[in-house]
Nanobody
């Protein structure tokens, strides 16, 4: 059984940094795509960043490009999201997700329904 558990959320002032972690267990697939998604109150879930299991490259939403960095440590079975220069509009519940796929594609950011496995989320709040 696949489990994803996020941690690292919290409250921070604008301009600050946070690092989210997602510890995963169980067999996802020989190759997989993992991503971070977020959902603010009264808004739809949106893709933040994705990375594949071979770390062939990452995709980022335009709104976080240059500020956030996604990384994957296969030895530790942990996905990370380093978030710098945080803005109030980054406030949301952040979820990690995974699906069996040889690669991540840019459209995965917009198709969260493609992801089979989800964590419970971790809240990020950025105050101005």
């Amino acid at each position: 059984q696949v489990q994803l558990v996020e941690s690292g959320g919290g409250s921070v002032q604008a301009g600050g940094s946070l690092r989210l972690s997602c510890a995963f267990s169980g067999y996802i697939s020989s190759y997989f795509c993992m991503g971070w998604f977020r959902q603010a109150p009264r808004k739809e879930r949106e893709g933040v960043a994705t990375i594949d299991s071979d770390d062939d490259g990452a995709f980022y939403a335009d709104s976080v490009e240059g500020r956030f960095t996604i990384s994957l440590d296969n030895a530790k079975n942990t996905l990370y999201l380093q978030m710098n220069s945080l803005k109030p509009e980054d406030t949301a519940m952040y979820y990690c997700a995974a699906l069996g796929s040889r690669y991540c594609y840019s459209w995965h950011l917009e198709q969260h329904s493609e992801f089979n496995y989800w964590g419970q989320g971790t809240q990020v709040t950025v105050s101005s």
